[in-house]
């Protein structure tokens, strides 16, 4: 838990600016039966980046990395929206979608632990090739579609909640099941942190690995259809851009590591709703358009330094006798680091 | 074609060092394609072709080279194409606005580059922040900072700077090249010598090997992470001044992605993104394979903007896929 401190107090500061700014930002009221307010908006314009932050938790708890999400995002809503606007029907359009995403991640993890190529290039060819497959899909074109049955994924209501946030708890809860009361997590955590020695102890390593992939895949194609019906139509060249290195980003904010071998999947969403909160103040607060990337870039790097041991023991020097220990406590660290 | 280069392989066998197995996989697969294109399109298999290659690549083959260094030691710098981009930008304001001379740009715009590097690796090294991260929040700053320099494109008309990017350095037979292509290839050699022949680039294989052992060793490692995303900020601020001689303007939105081809030109050259092994004339050989790549699809033709991407991923699959099987079939 203590892990989760820093990521909360961030998006605690976050919320404070914002409330800061418009007083209002809080308050949450029932119109026609539905939610609204701002902090509705946050959880309903972040649960794409939710979404597709899980899925990047488990590939990245592998030690590995995907770079397609985006490009998968593009694919699933320009074939959803291509087969509804072809013969209208909603369910085999999001099951088609859906399909074709797991078989890009079966793909990934095929090529990540199956021919042993690293992350990063494995998943790099998707990313390039996946955005010209979407557009091949919509034929450069954007896809508009008419259905208020696609509608509800990304924008409709549910028990006066918006869909896609129950949509996300769904996806969270199923995906906490599996991990941290099953042993799939520990599985995954143990491929992670040595994937030879897994396969020796008996794990079976690729087996892991290609599941995470293709469960990353198919969290994109979730989010793909959510982006794709909450605006009705398809844009196979901006859907999803660039989204992989907020969901990367957001997976790092909520303290799992790179290296891999570990993860949290509380911290992943706190991350996401960090990235996502971090983008509405931007607007509410009136930063001109040109500057929000560097106000962006400042606080990103200084979540990152605020997280990081180091960077705290150096700067809130604490006096008394913790002060006196930290050489020792330091000699250790560059040991083991 | 392959089962020739795997039968030239198979009988030098146990001559060759498992170390130079993926670069020399490389340079053949980059002679197959060469060799293929030549058969296929008229026109392509000339000396030219392989120059342009290079003239339409020098900046990529600069920032590929700053990249080897930070990848070397097991680190990652996504923020080359933002810098790319900023270097572009800030030299063409600063030469449209105030109409500074380009003696006085050109060395601020590789200062620049070089501080932020500086600050990247600092941050890096000091506070122990994963670099994936530091350097994409440089990737953000450094775009950002271009939009807030302006968000149009700015032509640059200066005279020398116009004149020095449209020099052509006539070489034997007709055949020609562009100054950036001479730097570059200064900075491949500059790079090899450091990499191969100082403690520097001794430093940075060790610190990429393993770093526990290097710091054992008494090896500066945290000054040698430091000096690897320095010169990665210097390379991308160059590959900027060569990119903005190549496109005589600068804007926000040049180099947009360049990070992931200069990564994939050093992973094609055979280089592990876990660090401490591969060869600059690796990644000398990535940047020309996606270059020709690109050629390939230009003689190709009349393909629409998708098609050219899901080739390039094609491609980079069959390319990645057979440099993986020849290697692994040495290593058994």
Redesign the interface.
Known sequence: MRRLLWPLLVLAALLAVNLFFTPSFFSVEMKEGHLYGSLIDILRFGAPLILVSLGMTLVIATGGID?SVGSVVAISGALACLRISEDGGVLSAVVLALGLCVLLGLWNGF?VAG????P???T?????????????ITD?QIITVNSPSFKVIGGGYLLTVPFGILLVLVVLGVTAFLTRRLALGVLIESVGGNAEASRLAGIRSRGIVITVYAFAALCAGVAGLMIASNVSSAD?NNAGLWIE?DA??AV?IGGT???GGRFSLGGTVLGALIIQTLTTTIYSVGVPP?????????V??AV??V?????RD?VFRRAGPRASSRPAAEEKV???? | MTTAILDRLGARGRSVPAKYVPVLVTAGLFVAMFVAGGIRYEGFATGQVVLNVFIDNAFLLVVAVGMTFVILTGGIDLSVGSVVALSTMISASLMAGPGWPPYLVVPLVLLIGSALGLVMGY?VH?????P???T??????A???C??IG?DSIPIEDPTFTAFAQTRIDLFADLWISPSVVIAVVVVLVAAYVLHYTRLGRTVYATGGS??SA??MGLPVGRTKVAVYTISGFCSALGGVLLSFYMLSGYGLHAVGME?DA??AV?IGGT??TGGSGFLLGTVLGVLVLGLIQTVLSFEGTL???????????L??VF??LQ?LFS?RRRI
């Open positions: 770079l090529l021919v042993g190529i690293q990063i290039i494995a790099l060819i998707l990313m390039v090739a996946g955005r010209g497959l979407a557009q091949l450069g196979g290195l990367i980003l790092v590591s790179l290296a040109e500057t929000t990337l560097l106000v962006k870039a400042l990103v790097a990152c330094l997280q990081s041991p180091k960077f150096k560059r040991v083991t680091a | 941050i000091a506070f122990d922040i994963q994936f991260i530091v994409l929040a440089g990737m953000f700053l775009r950002g900072l939009y807030t968000t770093e526990q710091l054992l992931l990564i994939a992973v592990l993104l629409s903007s998708w098609w050219t991407k899901i080739f390039i991923g094609l980079l699959f990645i896929l993986r692994a």
